[in-house]
Nanobody
Framework: QVQLVESGGGLVQAGGSLRLSCAAS????????MAWFRQAPGKEREFLAT????????FQADSVKGRFTISKDNAKNTVYLQMNSLKPEDTAIYYC????????????????????WGQGTQVTVSS
């Protein structure tokens, strides 16, 4: 079993930055993918970024490229999402997810490929 705990969310003004963290505990999968998704009220869950545990291969959604950066620290079993130039439309609950194997870049944005999910952390961006 795997547990994922997100932290770092909160209230920030437009143009500000936040760094989200996702700490994983339990079983370790060497070829895992860890990703960030978000869901705003009344909207579908949206893929943001994913990173491969073994070699750091990363893939981001075009909608956040240049503003959001995913990174990892294997020693801490933690994945981060650095979010800069935040906009009110970034307001959402942000979820961390883990896939027990790397599904390939083409499939890494599909939420169904992720086996474990955190509880989410709220990010609110005020205008």
């Amino acid at each position: 079993q795997v547990q994922l705990v997100e932290s770092g969310g909160g209230l920030v003004q437009a143009g500000g930055s936040l760094r989200l963290s996702c700490a994983a505990s339990g079983r370790t999968f060497s070829n895992a993918a860890m990703a960030w998704f978000r869901q705003a009220p009344g909207k579908e869950r949206e893929f943001l970024a994913t990173i491969r545990r073994s070699d750091g291969t990363a893939f981001q959604a075009d909608s956040v490229k240049g503003r959001f950066t995913i990174s990892k620290d294997n020693a801490k079993n933690t994945v981060y999402l650095q979010m800069n130039s935040l906009k009110p439309e970034d307001t959402a609950i942000y979820y961390c997810a883990l896939a027990t194997y790397w599904p390939g870049t083409a499939w890494s944005s599909v939420s169904a490929n992720y086996n474990y999910w955190g509880q989410g952390t709220q990010v609110t961006v005020s205008s």
